[in-house]
């Protein structure tokens, strides 16, 4: 067994934590995927539910995964997950917020352009595939990769296409093939129509900068394998390498899970089930506050509503 990671040892260590926090956040997890069925069931609007409630879901989808990574006491791992988290309830807030269906158009007109980059990267008959596969045969690793066989042909794309054309989406389209002019880049959705040009922006716009500013930064260090300093450390005056499943961050990740999943579902309830806020707020005394105030010494200063 590595001196680096000692599974038992690190389960051992951290079996008071996760027996407090684990069970809430499965309760989070659980009341945030019920509050999204119960949104579907009566969202209204043309677009906007593909903008809210898609994001809605992605966000208890990488919580559902957090989850598995901290039952693990494998806190640093999970940032990564939480990161992810994060950024789908930034989308979701900006599109229930205001102007909800304009910005829901907005989303869709996005993910149609991404689904047409995608299906002509992977075919080897257009101009992107041909690129593609001139890089895969340069590349040793890519010269091995054999990528599925897909179905797609010019005939669905142009089909994917004409939905740009329908009624409620053209002046998102219009909007879409302007800003990415002015750009010079594939734009994010919420970028149409003088909105924020990137995440950070998009979190000062929403309110939540600090999160941006002190996590998420943070967090990015760890996805993009930049966090050298997190990983050295001093022992005895002399530098050694920090120990996996350590346990330090196990608290705060478990605290930042359950605060994204309350956001989440305090920005669907208010988009969709207005009359639950108040039943969502007496769960969360009762349930979720006695072991929520123990992971965080200031709950209150976490999120704005919590």
């Known amino acids: 067994m590595s001196n680096l990671l000692d599974r038992d040892l690190s389960l051992a260590a951290s079996a008071d934590v996760r027996a407090a926090a684990a069970p809430v956040l499965r309760e989070v997890i659980d009341f945030g995927l019920a509050a999204f069925q119960r949104c579907s069931a009566t969202a209204e609007g043309h677009d906007t539910p593909m903008g ?18 901290l039952d693990k006491a494998a806190p640093i791992p999970a940032t990564t997950t939480l990161r992810a988290a994060f ?13 909800s269906e304009r910005r829901g158009a907005a989303y869709v007109v996005a993910e149609v352009h991404r689904r047409l980059a995608r299906m002509e990267r992977y075919d080897f008959t257009t101009e992107r595939g041909k690129q593609l596969r001139a890089v895969l045969d340069s590349d040793e690793l890519g010269k091995g990769l054999e990528f ?15 939905l740009l054309d329908e009624p ?5 389209a219009g909007e879409y093939d302007r800003t990415k002019q ?4 594939t734009p994010e959705f919420y970028a149409l129509w003088g909105g924020p040009r990137d995440l950070e922006s998009l979190a000062r716009k929403l309110g939540r900068s600090a999160y941006y500013e002190i996590l998420y930064r943070s967090w990015s260090g760890t996805a993009h394998a930049n966090d050298l300093t997190r990983q050295l450390r001093h022992v005895d005056g ?12 196990l608290v705060a990740t478990y605290a930042h899970a359950i605060h994204i999943g309350l956001q989440a579902i305090e920005v669907g ?9 108040k039943s969502f707020w007496t769960w969360y005394r009762s349930v979720v ?11 209150s200063n976490v999120g704005r509503a919590v």
């Open 52 to 69: 809210v409630l898609f994001p809605f879901l992605h966000v208890f989808e990488m919580l559902d995964g957090v989850e598995i990574q």
């Open 87 to 99: 950024e789908a309830l930034l989308a979701m807030d900006w599109v229930a917020k205001e102007d």
């Open 148 to 162: 599925p066989e897909i179905p797609e042909g010019e005939k669905d794309r142009e089909e994917l296409r004409s």
């Open 168 to 172: 409620h989406l053209k002046t998102a």
């Open 182 to 185: 002015v750009m010079n880049r």
């Open 238 to 249: 002399q530098a050694a390498i920090a120990r996996l499943r350590d346990g330090s961050e």
């Open 269 to 277: 309830l208010n988009k969709y089930r207005y009359d639950e806020l």
């Open 289 to 299: 506050s006695p072991v929520y105030r123990r992971l965080t010494p200031k709950p």
